[in-house]
């Protein structure tokens, strides 16, 4: 397995985003969000740099419960 859907932002409408999956063989939790403007890039970038290999999106509060999934699956619970 590698990737692993986890969940989708329950008010998202025929968008499909904002979307979270987990990547079991990188280790990593993917998020699939709203791209942030450039005026809240400049306020995330007074407590350091955004690096051209990275980026800020933008999630809803709603989804705490599936990126909690997505923390319980980087640390091996077992996830549905």
Known sequence: MALRFIG??????????PTVWYDDKAD???VQGWKATE???????????????E???????????ILRRACDA??????R
């Open 39 to 53: 005026k809240l890039r400049a306020k995330c970038r007074e407590t350091g740099s955004i690096p051209d290999s």
């Open 74 to 79: 980087a640390e091996g619970a077992d996830v």
């Open 55 to 65: 980026d800020v999106v933008r999630l809803p509060s709603r989804m705490v419960p």
């Open 8 to 17: 989708i932002d329950p008010n998202t409408g025929d968008d499909e985003c």
């Open 28 to 30: 990593e939790i993917v």
